[in-house]
C-alpha cells in the first residue's frame, strides 16, 4: 500500500499554490530521473483560493466573458493561463482545490483510470450529503441533476497534467462557494448546463473542514492508500479562516440597513444594495462568530483577511 502525505495549504492566492505544487511535481521528476523511487514522495495539497478564473491549454478565451482588467480591477478576480488540461473554469473560497502529485506507476499507468478514479472520490464524497453524483460520458466531471428544474449541473471539476506519469493541478468541489462568480464565464466550456455546490444543493451552511475529512477517507479508500497529515509549522500557512478570528472585522447596521464593516478601526467597506440580505439573516440567526467572520470577509470583496 503507497503511503501519500496530505498538506492542507489553507486560503492561499493561486500563484503560491501553483509554486508549492511545481516544486513537488518537479521533485519527483528529478526522482525518477535520477532513478530515486517516488514510493514515498506521493503528495496531496488542499487548499481554498482566493477567487481566480484559469485556462487550459485548449481553452477558448471567449469563454471568459469580461475583460481581464475589468474582473482584477473590478471584481479582484486574477485570470492564469496554465498548462493543465480542460477548458476554463474558477476557484473561491468555499471551494476544495486538490493537487494531487502522484507517481502514477505506483498505481496505474493509465490516465482514464485516475481521472475516473478521482471522480469517484467526489461521488462518494457528496453521497455522504445524500447527493447523487454522476458522470457524463466525454465530459469530465462530476454531476447532478436540480430536484426542482430538471436541469444538469456541475459540482466538482477536473483538470491535470502528466510527464512521466507524474500528476499535477487536479479537482475543485464546490462546498459553500459563492456561485455567482461562476456568471464571469462559460464554466468548463458550457453554456447549457448550470453549476452547483454541496450547501446550495442542502439549503444550509456546511463545514468545509467536514468535507475535506470525509474527502480524504474516500480517496484512500478508492486509490487504496495510506495518508499521513503533515503538519505545517508556519502559523502564516495553516487556515487562513483563523485569522477572521485573530483579526475580525467589525460591523454596524444603519437604520437605512446599510452594513458598514470595519477593520482595525478603518472604515473598509459600505454594503447598501441586495448583497446585504443574507448577512442580515445571519445576524438574526444569531450565526456562530466565525459564520459572521467569513460573510463579511465575502461581502468585502477581496479576501486577504487581514491585508486590506
Not at 503528495?43 to 477567487?51: G, Q
Not at 466525454?138 to 436541469?151: H, M, P
Request: with cysteine; proline share 1%.
Amino acid at each position: 500500500m503507497q503511503k501519500i502525505t496530505v498538506q492542507d495549504l489553507g486560503i492561499i492566492k493561486y500563484a503560491d499554490a501553483l509554486d508549492v505544487q511545481t516544486k513537488k511535481f518537479n521533485q519527483l521528476i528529478d526522482n525518477k530521473i535520477n532513478e530515486r523511487s517516488n514510493s514515498d514522495a506521493h503528495f496531496i495539497f488542499l487548499c481554498e483560493h482566493e477567487p481566480v478564473i484559469t485556462l487550459g491549454k485548449a481553452a477558448n478565451e471567449k469563454n471568459i466573458l469580461f475583460s481581464v482588467g475589468f474582473l482584477k480591477e473590478k471584481k479582484g478576480i486574477d485570470v492564469f493561463h496554465i498548462n493543465r488540461g480542460g477548458d476554463v473554469t474558477l476557484h473561491g473560497i468555499g471551494q476544495i482545490t486538490g493537487y494531487p502529485i502522484l507517481d502514477l506507476e505506483f498505481f496505474s499507468s493509465d490516465i482514464k483510470k485516475y481521472m475516473r478514479d478521482l471522480e469517484e472520490v467526489m461521488i462518494q464524497t457528496i453521497a455522504e450529503y445524500g447527493i447523487i453524483g454522476y458522470r457524463i460520458e466525454n465530459e469530465t466531471g462530476v454531476w447532478i441533476d436540480n430536484k426542482t428544474n430538471g436541469t444538469t449541473n456541475k459540482i466538482a471539476a477536473f483538470g491535470v497534467k502528466t510527464s512521466r506519469w507524474i500528476t499535477m493541478h487536479g479537482f475543485a468541489l464546490n462546498v459553500d462557494i459563492n456561485l455567482n462568480q461562476y456568471n464571469y464565464i462559460n464554466p468548463c466550456g458550457f453554456t447549457e448546463k448550470g453549476v452547483t455546490s454541496i450547501s446550495n444543493e442542502l439549503n444550509i451552511d456546511v463545514d468545509i473542514n467536514e468535507v475535506k475529512r470525509i474527502l480524504l477517507d474516500k480517496f484512500a479508500a478508492v486509490f487504496n492508500v495510506q495518508l499521513i497529515n503533515n503538519i505545517i509549522e508556519n502559523k502564516e500557512n495553516i487556515d487562513k479562516r483563523n485569522q477572521l478570528i485573530l483579526n475580525p472585522f467589525t460591523y454596524k447596521v444603519t437604520k437605512e440597513n446599510k452594513i458598514l464593516i470595519y477593520r482595525n478601526s478603518k472604515l473598509i467597506k459600505v454594503i447598501s444594495d441586495k448583497s446585504n440580505a443574507d448577512f442580515l439573516k445571519l445576524i438574526a440567526a444569531k450565526k456562530d462568530e466565525q459564520t459572521i467572520q467569513l460573510a463579511l470577509a465575502k461581502l468585502t470583496g477581496n479576501y486577504k483577511h487581514g491585508n486590506e
